[in-house]
């Protein structure tokens, strides 16, 4: 039985949400991610917030990754999904988990098919979040300058997309081969992306069990 069965007194009828998130950065996915995550009663794991926690808190892990991060390129394979790994683990993600920033390219992929394999486990749904490249450039320079994020300069921006086109962006064909893609619109205000999202989960069965964290 898995947690969120036994938390519901075992019933059978209670479906995993075991999802990812892939969009460009400035696409509103981390947010969006956490409003979903909410919603299913099951954790958001985002890759970029775990370097950026271990960076600022000075750990082994934040000194090995701090200079990649800081020029937008990629941290290792290995050590990302072993790091996705060991938290996919953790009991709370037993019943499912909303997952940002990762897999992030094709190696990627295979790390995690291998291991939600492993467990019996697959993803029920990829959420595409479709935003023009313009959009997404103009809304990492309005973040730049309310965050101070030392990864949103013009440089970096740059480089981090050219990274998502050319090695995250063709995941989505491996996925959608598989069916599971659900290609949102992320172009609109914060609710009615929101709304489309849960929407386009609900319409394949995939219905939030708290709607109104996300509405
Ligand atoms: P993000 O907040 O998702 O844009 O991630 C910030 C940075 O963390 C990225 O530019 C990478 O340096 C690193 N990072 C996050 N996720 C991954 C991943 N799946 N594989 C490799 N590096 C990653």
Redesign the pocket.
């Known amino acids: 039985m898995t947690l969120r069965q036994a938390q519901d007194g075992g019933s059978s009828a209670t479906r995993s949400a075991r999802f990812l998130i892939v969009g460009p950065?400035g696409s509103g996915k981390?947010t969006q991610g956490v409003l979903v995550a909410g919603a299913y009663d099951v954790p958001q794991v985002?890759?970029?917030?775990i370097?950026?926690a271990n960076v600022s808190g000075g750990t082994e892990l934040g000194k090995r990754?701090q200079a990649?991060?800081e020029a937008?390129?990629?941290?290792?394979?290995d050590l990302?999904s072993e790091l996705?790994r060991d938290r996919l683990s953790r009991p709370d993600a037993a019943g499912g988990f909303v997952l940002?920033?990762?897999?992030?390219?094709r190696t990627?992929v295979d790390h995690l098919d291998a291991f939600l394999e492993g467990r019996g486990e697959s993803l029920d749904a990829v959420i595409e979040l479709s935003v023009p490249r313009e959009e997404s450039i103009a809304r990492l320079r309005q973040r730049a300058v309310e965050q101070g994020r030392t990864?949103d300069t013009e440089e970096v921006i740059a480089n981090?997309l050219a990274?998502y086109e050319r090695e995250t962006a063709p995941i989505l064909d491996v996925y959608r081969s598989r069916g599971i893609v659900v290609r949102v619109d992320g172009v609109g205000t914060l609710d009615e992306v929101t709304h489309r999202i849960f929407e386009a989960l609900s319409s394949r069965g995939l219905v939030p069990r708290h709607p109104g964290a996300a509405a």
């Open positions: 950065q981390g985002a890759t970029g917030d370097f950026r990754v990649i991060i937008g390129d990629l941290v290792s394979d990302t996705v940002d920033g990762y897999p992030r390219n990627q990864d981090r990274i």
